[in-house]
């Protein structure tokens, strides 16, 4: 397959797997409320988004590495709120 496809492939991959989060986060903002995402799931998917980040960085793959900043940055953001919503 020509190397520009395979890349075009992961950057809509990335696009699909990182928007998917962007429901999730509005929802808990507006709601004020994330006492329905669970706290570890969301700690072990930040780190395993983390090590891919990491991997896409050592193998120069910029798809991998878009995708994983952002999607990090989303699950950080869910995180903070239920931090932030849970001590109330």
Do not use: E
């Not at 020509?2 to 903002?29: E, H, K, Y």
């Not at 004020?32 to 193998?59: H, P, V």
């Not at 994983?68 to 903070?80: D, P």
Request: net charge positive; with cysteine.
């Amino acid at each position: 397959m020509i190397p520009a496809a395979v890349n075009a492939i992961g950057l809509l991959a990335a696009v699909c797997t990182t928007v998917s989060f962007v429901p999730q986060l509005i929802r808990v903002w507006r709601l004020r409320s994330a006492r329905d995402i669970s706290l570890t799931m969301f700690l072990i998917f930040s780190l395993g988004t983390l090590l891919w980040l990491l991997y896409g960085i050592f193998i120069r793959a910029l798809p991998v590495i878009l995708a994983n900043a952002v999607t990090l940055a989303l699950s950080l953001a869910i995180l903070a709120l239920k931090m932030k919503y849970d001590r109330r």
